[in-house]
């Protein structure tokens, strides 16, 4: 036995003193009574009724000295050491969307935090808690905890989340814990069903309820009249659902489609409209998890300048495929041309085998440069000569922009007869192409923050331009250089929406529908937000001074519209051992309600003496 506080034992001095009272109290009581008679009777009366009737008082002090004890002991805090008795628990919570669905009165997250602390409570004293919640991340809640009090706090202040899980994601996070501790009890809390399972429980919280989602949301608006696609499914059983159409607010359409249990029904609603900012699109009819029941989406046209300007002796390889691509001008000059024009302002410059003094403040390509160029990102080496003409390749990378710029095209048989030697180049370029692990074709931000783009060999000295791949690179790279603030108004929760980052702007922020500003993370080309809860985000940015704001809607993956989702095995690598860890046992609450019996023993005892109640 160990004291959690020992100087409470010094309580235990006042066991002396009040035997020390009891000794000099005056032992007798002064009493009235009618006659001498009546008292000598019943004197004679009690000591025939009552021979322990002098062992009142000894009773009383005892019980005194027994209230100081128990009053001690309660400050000190003794606890016993149980061997063997207590576990190691790890929890593993899903907190992916479909946890928010109805269980009853409450969520099946509601329902699973309830598991888990029933078994917190049930556990015995000196347990470790570990608390891991898995949505689209892993994330380790509390680690290690011993006190079940706060252990249940800590659990009840969970939130789920709005995304999808990641099986595999939470199988590796509990596979590291049972690792470093095998003899864990380990428990994943779900509304997964799951087939073989191994070293983990898995308790689900689940039941059949009525759900309806509507996904994958198009339209077209063209001749004043709005046209939207969708895909409504209801789980469960067949039902008609309403349908309803709103502009800006303003209801437009409503109607009525049967729905086939576990299918998909398309759906078409139109409305007269000669423009918009936003549309939603709902399911009226009330069921177990409304997040997945309306999309909103928002109209993101932009004010593009598409005015370039290029710089060349022989520019028309650029020229016939910008003419095809953009609605704007695009105009021509030599680089003697150039360098005797005013100032003047475009969106893009494309310097082709020319190297300007320094950069202008706007998007660049440069074709084939061979002097470094201030704030340009790169110094050059030299220029080297191939032996015979040779195949460049497109880049493996998985980055989001490097797909983005490398979309539709094949990369096969593109041939140069000679490129550049760069160095020094900033980490924030994405290459597209390569030649013995040199870049050839690679995009990003230049040292004065605007993009940039840069071919490392001469196009009239490649067949690139001969190549099906040649329109479609441009038509990607001028995406690049004149992008919308945001490509698109239409996410899923846990999708990453890119904000493209123009030098001009002083600042980029995103509020999110719980009214959190969320920072987004910027590599000087582009910003970056994971969209973790289903809503309206707001996506201000400052430019000139004034903010700009743009909307975009996160809607409830499908994926976890589902009531069941049926998982592969779902199993913990490792041979279990079943070691226990020390319990203990604290007799705090023992000791109180002693001390209330004692007390209240003591003072019927008083009350005895005090009013001779026999």
Known sequence: MTFMQPLGLLVLIGIPIVILIYILRSKYNEQTVTSTYIWELSEKFLKRKNPLSGLTG??????QILIVTVISLAIAR???????AANNYCFVLDASGSMNIEHGKTTRFEAAKDEIIDIIKDSKDGSFFTLLCVSDESIISFQNITDKKYAVELVEDTKPGAVASDTMKSLNTAQAYFTENPSALMYLVTDKSFGKTGNINVITVTDDVANYAISDVKYSHSGGKLTVSASVISYGADTSLDIRLSVDGEKKNEGSIAAKAGELTPITVECAVSGFSSFTIEILNSDAYGADNSITTYNLDSDKTYSTLIVSETGFFFEAVLDALLDSEVTTVTPEEYESMPEAVYGLYIFDSYEPAELPNGAVWLINPDTSIKDSGFNVKGKISLPESDVIRKSASTSTMVRKLLEGIEGDEIYI???????????????????????????????????QVVFAFDLHESDITLSTDFVMLVANLVEYSFPDVIDSSDYEAGDEVVVNVSSTMENVKAIAPSGDEVYMESDGTTATLTLSEVGTYKVVVTEGGR??????????PISESAPTVIEEDFSLSGEREYKKIDGRYDPSTLLFVMFVLLFIADWGVYCYEKYQLR
């Open 78 to 84: 003794p606890v016993f050491t149980l061997p063997g």
């Open 547 to 556: 903010n700009i704001e743009y909307s975009v809607y996160a809607a409830a």
């Open 58 to 63: 000894l009773i009383s002090l005892i019980l």
């Open 417 to 451: 007869k000679n490129y550049v030697k760069y160095s020094g180049m900033y980490l924030n370029f994405y290459t597209l192409f390569t030649y013995d692990s040199n870049p050839m074709i690679f995009a990003g931000a230049n040292g004065l923050g605007n993009r």
